[in-house]
């Protein structure tokens, strides 16, 4: 029986990398994003490369708009086997300087990697607790990992995130259920955080040197991770 992947955040980065990687495998791909038109783009792309893919419209950080997307996944796909969530926070929404973070500063980074993350597995942990079979996939970055106060208000949201998820891979340990994140510690080819800092490096503290990372290189990371399920974490793209 053909297995689907959901990508929540789809993106031409760490989305597409890990959609063809599982689509290679003989997954189904359920591309889920804000922007429709993007979303059917997306669609196009794998269709190209021989990938079975279905767009599915929702705002990752509206509960429900996200539920409905699962819903209308499972009842036009099936089951969603393997879900990764790789939203990731706009440039925008970030504070260059933790002792300038201010209480709202940390809503919509919340939102998006706290939130979002607790939403989905709520929606689908039961059901693949209740088959004994299952992955849920989440992405991080290096502000977590290293002190990049650039990032103040994102770091908290991602320290806050790894710990949950870490709880919740040592709960449902025997369960059948697997827990996946994956920190990547460099720019993502492609991704619109590439864009936004190629267009404007003023963004980032002057001599920081920003290593790159592709979208195929993510795709065989997230593989592994669900192939081998040998870890809860998985560090890719940091320096040293």
């Known amino acids: ?9 789809y993106g031409p980065g760490l989305g597409a990398g890990t959609a063809r990687r599982f689509g290679r495998a003989g997954f189904r791909v359920a591309v889920v994003g804000r922007d ?7 669609v196009a792309a794998l269709a190209a490369e021989g990938i079975d893919a279905k767009a599915f419209r929702a705002d990752v950080t509206d ?7 699962i819903d209308r996944i499972e009842a036009e796909l099936g089951v969603i086997d393997v879900a990764l969530h790789s939203a990731a926070a706009d440039m925008s929404i970030r504070r260059p300087s933790t002792l300038d973070t201010e209480v709202d500063a940390l809503a919509a980074p919340f939102a998006l990697k706290v939130h979002s993350p607790i939403a989905l597995v709520r929606a689908l ?4 607790i209740a088959r004994g079979d299952g992955a849920l996939l989440f992405s991080s970055g290096a502000s ?19 710990a949950y998820l870490r709880q919740l891979a ?4 025997g369960t059948g259920v697997y827990i996946g994140l994956l920190n990547i510690g460099a720019l993502i080819r492609h991704s619109r955080a590439q864009r936004i800092i190629d267009a404007r490096p003023d963004l980032i503290p002057a001599g920081l040197d920003l290593p790159r990372i592709g979208n195929d290189e993510l795709g065989e990371a997230y593989w592994r991770l669900y192939s081998e399920r040998a870890d809860t974490e998985l560090d890719i793209g940091f320096p040293g």
């Open 1 to 9: 029986m053909t297995k689907t992947l959901a990508v929540f955040g």
């Open 36 to 42: 429709a038109t993007a979303a059917d783009g997306h």
């Open 63 to 69: 509960a429900a708009q996200l539920r409905s997307a």
């Open 125 to 128: 942990a039961p059901a693949m």
């Open 144 to 162: 977590e990992h290293l002190v990049q106060p650039y990032l103040a208000n994102v770091g908290v949201a991602l320290g806050a995130q790894r």
């Open 170 to 173: 040592a709960e449902l340990d």
